[in-house]
């Protein structure tokens, strides 16, 4: 099985490690702020300094996960690891449903009871939550993260480090826009816009950075 270095300390990255666990990667060194809170990780060594030096100092035999759930801290790490060549693991929960046809890409989390139906697409470094249903031919784009027990009807697509939040509901087809934040408990009726913010049901758009 693979050995991870992983990157993260707070409760997303408590699931990452406890999917880690469950199929049977040895996590060997973890960079983790505060590393108190973290499940017991027989063996791993546990650093405290910044990103950069932790990345260049890890093996090359070993594989990267990043397990911070912040969306713009990923996607700095991500670009550190991808320059440096380098390469992630990917973590499928063993309750997950993964069916045919459906493509999980480098990087990626699929937590416990997460369900990536048929032909669904999961492009890197993105995050399907627990209990989330990745409805048949979705399309997940890199690095967005899907909360807990978020519902994404068939063909629904999601740009890069788009957010859906805990228990959101995307009816068929919807497109979601790069950067996008959809709100827990949204109903997303329509198509979002890039970098906007959107909640409620159904969802309307509160704020828009671009
Ligand atoms: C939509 C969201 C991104 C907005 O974040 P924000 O810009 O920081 O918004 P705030 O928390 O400042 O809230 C602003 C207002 O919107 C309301 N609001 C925020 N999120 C809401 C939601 N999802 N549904 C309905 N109302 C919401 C707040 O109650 C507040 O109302 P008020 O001004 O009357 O007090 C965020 O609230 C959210 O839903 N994030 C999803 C979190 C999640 O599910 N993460 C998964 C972790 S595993």
């Given amino acids: 099985m693979d050995e991870i270095a992983l990157l993260g300390a707070g409760g997303h990255a408590k699931v990452c490690?406890?999917?880690?666990?469950?199929?049977?990667?040895?996590?060997?060194?973890?960079?983790?702020?505060?590393?108190s809170s973290l499940p017991a990780m027989e063996g791993a060594e546990i650093f405290q300094g910044p990103d950069e030096p932790f990345i260049d100092a890890t093996p090359p035999s070993a594989l990267f996960f990043i397990a911070v759930g912040n969306l713009a801290l990923r996607r700095k790490i991500a670009a550190m690891i991808e320059t440096r060549n380098r390469s992630c693991a990917t973590l499928v929960a063993p309750s997950a449903v993964q069916s045919l046809g459906s493509e999980i890409g480098e990087g990626v989390?699929?937590?416990?009871?997460a369900i990536i139906n048929v032909n669904a697409q999961i492009h890197a470094h993105a995050v399907i939550n627990t209990g989330a249903v990745v409805e048949h031919d979705s399309f997940i784009g890199e690095g967005a993260f899907v909360g807990p027990g978020a519902v994404l009807c068939g063909g629904a697509r999601i740009e890069e480090w788009a957010m859906i939040g805990a228990?959101?509901?995307?009816?068929?087809?919807?497109?979601?826009?790069?950067?996008?934040?959809?709100?827990?408990?949204?109903?997303?009726?329509?198509?979002?816009?890039a970098a906007a913010t959107v909640f409620g049901a159904p969802a309307r758009v509160v704020e828009n950075d671009d």
């Fill in 17 to 35: 490690i406890d999917v880690a666990n469950a199929v049977g990667a040895t996590v060997s060194r973890i960079n983790a702020p505060d590393a």
């Fill in 109 to 113: 989390l699929v937590a416990p009871g």
């Fill in 167 to 193: 228990n959101a509901t995307l009816m068929p087809g919807v497109a979601i826009g790069a950067g996008a934040r959809i709100g827990a408990g949204a109903l997303v009726t329509k198509d979002v816009p």
